[in-house]
């Protein structure tokens, strides 16, 4: 599992960067779909994505899925728990990803704006750096009372093994 983090707006500034891979399983896009009621056949048979992207090599992992799961970063990673978001919009795929595809986000810290507000640019990319998408975010980061009582109840809690 991965540990959380709480970083406050007065942690965070222009230009500081956090970085991850992410990589979709089927199951996970199976999953995806059950959830939110997407019965786009794309995302579950390889010859209905195959008749929108000929050279396509599986499924489609849906954007909303991708998008989904940057969303869980800012809440859980850059800048962590107790983040709220305001806005956050992805451009359109340049290219489809599929189950196993490795692709790369990059969060870039654009502004720190008062009151705990800050915009971040997102950059996704491929597993050989080429671009998927990009878009920005703001968000408010977490106060420093939020983020006491996340080290007494969460941060603890992770560091005793629990």
């Known amino acids: ?6 970083l406050t707006a007065s942690m965070l500034s222009e230009g500081m ?8 399983t089927r ?4 999953q995806y779909c059950d959830l939110v009621g997407d019965h786009n056949a794309i995302h579950r048979d390889l010859e209905a994505a195959r008749m929108r992207f000929p050279d396509i090599a599986d499924i489609v992992v849906p954007g909303g899925l991708i998008q989904t799961t940057i ?13 709220l978001g305001l806005n956050f919009c992805l451009e359109r795929f340049r290219r489809p990803v599929c ?8 969060m870039t810290i654009s502004r720190v704006i008062r009151g705990g507000i800050v915009g971040m640019v997102i950059d996704v990319q491929g597993a050989e750096g080429e671009p998927l998408t990009a878009g920005t975010v703001r ?12 080290r007494e109840n969460v941060d603890a809690t992770a560091e005793a093994g629990c």
Request: hydrophobic share 35%; proline share 6%; aromatic share 12%.
């Open 27 to 30: 199951e996970q896009v199976s």
């Open 71 to 83: 969303s869980a970063l800012f809440g859980s990673l850059f800048p962590g728990d107790g983040t």
């Open 17 to 24: 960067t956090h970085e991850t891979r992410l990589v979709f």
């Open 1 to 6: 599992m991965t540990r959380t983090r709480c």
């Open 99 to 106: 189950p196993g595809d490795e692709i790369t986000v990059t």
């Open 139 to 150: 968000l408010v980061a977490p106060d420093a009372a939020y983020q006491e009582w996340w």
